[in-house]
Nanobody, 125 residues
């Protein structure tokens, strides 16, 4: 499966962005998907994940209540709605996928087989 992340940009603190992860090549509905981010000088970290069905989701504590992950399997796309953005959310955001039809959401970079190219999110004060 090939992944294309998009939707990043420059936004003021308190603003919103919606990231999209579009997949092609295989049936995306059988993949669980995660969003990760990497800030300069820091390791890539898990942000949010969703199971193949969309029923199960997971978030890191720092974004819970502000970010929402969802998917539209008919469009082969997973979204990350980011509200109330903070300067510390500034990073390159990546989507990743792993083929599995379980409700377990993966949170480690090592567990995902497919990665998109990343989209830059910059939050200014």
């Amino acid at each position: 499966v090939q992944l294309q992340a998009s939707g990043g940009g420059l936004v003021q603190a308190g603003g919103s962005l919606r990231l999209s992860c579009a997949a092609s090549g295989r049936t995306f509905s059988s993949y669980r998907v995660g969003w990760f981010r990497q800030a300069p000088g820091k390791e890539r970290e898990f942000v949010a994940g969703i199971s193949w069905s969309g029923i199960s989701t997971a978030y890191i504590d720092s974004v819970r209540g502000r970010f929402t992950i969802s998917r539209d399997n008919a469009k082969n796309t997973v979204y990350l709605q980011m509200n109330s953005l903070k300067r510390e959310d500034t990073a390159v955001y990546y989507c990743a996928a792993d083929r599995s039809m379980t409700e377990v959401v993966l949170t480690s970079t090592r567990q995902y087989d497919y990665w998109g190219q990343g989209t830059q999110v910059t939050v200014s004060s």
